[in-house]
């Protein structure tokens, strides 16, 4: 199967210029940069006059929900969504049911997705506070790296015991993406707020509950054990401005020891939306001010922030009713993920060039992803077309994913994803879906 796009804007390792791409079976075979497309027999042409082409988004942050929580979504609905978001890979966290802390739910988790998966997929292996053992027997060309909660309570994946911690920032080799929040200050502030307001507190307490404090305490100490024992560290959904003062800038083609990762709620959002958005917005950590979220969006472009994604976290609707302590955080994103950055290139905050190192080139770099994240010859053909029409509202309909609801629902984008490919397959084509198309596992070179 050959494919020609035509007349696009390449978008590609900063630069940004006018040419044609050729997809030949799963692969990319050719990038033109002239005026005249290559001549040749094609099986299909699409006419890419007016869009960008980009390669493929590497969300590193979803919760897609299987096994175990498949009420609210599954492998399934969610690389749906991923699609039609123009999202060819994702990296799923490890807080399902069973979780997977075990090389058997590990096995069985990529069993799932080989089955099921629309897109490329990879997922992380949890720590806890006794599976150390484990660690050295898995195969670091299947996993992204080790997920550690400091910070949780998701069932025993809490890793708060000093000893365990020194001796993981000590052995592991493999990236550790930490979710930093401290428990015990989430705890102070949260009796101090129940004795306050009740047994279940108003949402717009949340930041001030899971605060700016409770973040910087657990990721300083993050920061610091990484950089006592010479441990790769990747800082998930930063919520605020202080926090940005940890990281190693990433300048050039060298990945820092210390990197940050940026999600959409926290670009979009600040706590003002909590009177228009209420539980639909609550997420840990907490959405927070507006000069956090200001904070936030100028790291994307001075080489703090390393990375974007979602932590996508579908609920049901009826799990999210209640305040803060009865409402369940996250919110399905990974649909919106790439135009709500795009908006963001709209208003001036960053490029679409820089749209497309975070979340395509530097989750390849930062984890090593193989022959992926960019628009090269001889790399799989996970290549996005995006155009900006005029704009349209996000309706319930829209919504792919299993729960049927995002906090975008009534957003008007001025962006929309036109044609996903996956490894060359065509799997979104302007509102057309193809069901019999599954991704592959992605493969690391740590």
């Known amino acids: 199967m050959k494919t020609l ?21 799963d692969i990319i075979s050719g990038i033109y940069k002239e005026t005249t497309a290559p001549c040749g027999d094609y099986d299909r042409r699409i006419d ?20 175990g929580l498949t009420a609210k979504a599954d492998i399934e609905s969610e690389s749906r969504a991923a699609a039609y978001g123009g999202v060819t890979t994702y990296f799923d966290m490890p807080n399902t049911v069973p979780q997977t802390v075990t090389l058997e739910a590990l096995d069985d988790k990529l069993r799932r997705a080989r089955e099921k998966s629309h897109v490329n997929y990879a997922f992380f292996f949890g720590a806890t506070n006794d599976n150390g053992s484990l660690f050295d027997k898995l195969d670091p060309k299947r996993i992204p790296g080790i997920k550690l909660f400091m910070g949780s309570s998701t069932g025993n994946m809490l890793v708060d015991r000093e000893e365990t911690l020194r001796q993981l920032f000590r052995t592991v080799s493999l990236p550790i993406v930490a979710h930093c929040e401290d428990t015990a200050v989430i705890n102070r502030n949260m009796a101090d707020a129940v004795s306050r307001f009740g047994d279940d507190p108003p949402v717009y307490l949340h930041p001030s509950i899971r605060s700016a ?5 657990s990721s300083s100490l993050a920061v610091s054990l990484a950089r006592e024992y010479g441990a790769r560290l990747h800082v998930a959904h930063l919520s605020t401005a202080r926090e940005l003062d940890l990281l190693d800038r990433f300048e050039g083609h060298h990945m820092p020891q210390v990197t940050g990762e940026a999600v959409i709620a926290h670009l979009m959002f600040c706590d003002e939306d909590y009177q228009r958005l209420g539980t639909k917005i609550k997420c840990n950590p907490a959405v927070k001010t507006r000069a956090d979220r200001e904070a936030l969006r100028a790291a994307l472009t001075d080489g703090r922030i390393t990375t974007v994604a979602t932590d996508h976290a579908p609920h049901l609707l009826q799990d999210k009713e209640g305040g803060c302590r009865r409402a369940a955080s ?3 994103m990974v649909q919106f993920s790439l135009p709500s950055m ?14 497309v190192r975070l979340m395509c080139h530097n989750p ?4 090593g992803v193989e022959r992926r994240g960019f628009l090269r010859e001889g790399y799989q053909a996970d290549v996005v077309v995006v155009r900006r029409v005029s704009p349209y509202t996000v309706t319930e309909e829209m919504v792919q994913s299993r729960c049927g609801w ?12 036109e044609h996903t490919f996956c490894n060359g397959r065509h799997v979104y084509d302007e509102e057309r879906f193809d069901d019999n198309i599954r991704g592959e596992e992605v493969s690391f070179s740590h």
């Open 342 to 355: 795009l908006e963001l290139a709209d208003e001036g905050v960053l490029s679409i060039a820089q749209v």
């Open 48 to 67: 890419a006059s007016g869009c960008f082409v980009i390669p493929g988004v590497i969300d590193s942050h979803v919760h897609f929900r299987e096994p």
């Open 364 to 367: 390849a770099l930062l984890f």
């Open 330 to 332: 996250g919110m399905p």
């Open 5 to 25: 796009l035509t007349d696009a804007t390449i978008v590609d390792d900063g630069h940004a210029c006018h040419g044609h791409l050729v997809i030949e079976d």
């Open 213 to 217: 404090e409770a973040c910087y305490a």
């Open 406 to 417: 995002s906090p975008m629902v009534g957003h008007r984008f001025h962006w929309r994803v």
